[in-house]
C-alpha cells in the first residue's frame, strides 16, 4: 500500500516530542498520547511501512525482540500484572496512524485498560481454508 506520511514520521524525525521509554537502531518506544489505561505504550519500528504484512524480516525480527522486553518494563513500571498487545491493520481494523505499531496496554482491576468484543463463531471449512494459507506460504508469501 502507499504508504502517506505519518505523525510517527515527526516523532522518529525529532519534529515532535514524544515520552520515549525505549529506543535503539531499529525500534522506538513511547507513551500513548491518548492512554486506555495508565502505562499504556506504542512501540513502533523505524522502518517505515503502514502495515504488519509489509515490514521486512529484520525490522520484524527487531521489534520482536524489543516487545517482551518493553512490556516486563510497563508491568514493572506500573504494577500491572495483565496486559493486551494490539496491533491494528487497516481503517477497518481500527488503525489510525498508517505506521506499523503494536500497542502494550495494562489492564488493571479498575477495568482500565483494553475492551474487547469478541464474538466467537464457528469454523466451517477449516480443511480448505488452511490449505489455501498453506499454498499461499509456499508460493513465497511468508517470505517475499
Ligand atoms: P491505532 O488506532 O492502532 O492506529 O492507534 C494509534 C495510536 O496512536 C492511538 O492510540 C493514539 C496514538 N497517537 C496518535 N498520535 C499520537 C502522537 O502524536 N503522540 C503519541 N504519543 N501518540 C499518538
Same mark, same amino acid.
Given at each position: 500500500m502507499t504508504r502517506m506520511t505519518t505523525i510517527f514520521d515527526a516523532i522518529l524525525d525529532g519534529e515532535l516530542p514524544?515520552?520515549?521509554?525505549?529506543?535503539?537502531?531499529?525500534?522506538?518506544?513511547?507513551?500513548?498520547?491518548?492512554?486506555?489505561?495508565?502505562g499504556h505504550t506504542l512501540v513502533i519500528p523505524k522502518e517505515r511501512r503502514a502495515q504488519l504484512h509489509e515490514l521486512s524480516d529484520d525490522a520484524s525480527a527487531e521489534i520482536g525482540r524489543a516487545l517482551p522486553r518493553i512490556a516486563r518494563a510497563v508491568l514493572t513500571a506500573t504494577g500491572a500484572t495483565a496486559y493486551n498487545v494490539l496491533q491494528n491493520n487497516g481503517s477497518e481494523a481500527h488503525q489510525s496512524v498508517f505506521h506499523v505499531h503494536f500497542h502494550i496496554i495494562p489492564r488493571f482491576d479498575d477495568g482500565s485498560g483494553l475492551?474487547?468484543?469478541?464474538?466467537? *463463531? %464457528?469454523? =466451517?471449512?477449516?480443511?480448505?481454508?488452511?490449505?489455501?494459507?498453506?499454498?499461499?506460504?509456499?508460493? *513465497? %508469501?511468508? =517470505?517475499?
Open positions: 514524544c515520552h520515549r521509554v525505549f529506543e535503539n537502531e531499529h525500534v522506538l518506544a513511547f507513551l500513548d498520547i491518548g492512554p486506555l489505561s495508565r475492551g474487547i468484543g469478541w464474538t466467537p *463463531g %464457528e469454523l =466451517t471449512g477449516g480443511e480448505d481454508l488452511a490449505a489455501a494459507v498453506a499454498r499461499a506460504i509456499d508460493d *513465497g %508469501e511468508a =517470505t517475499r
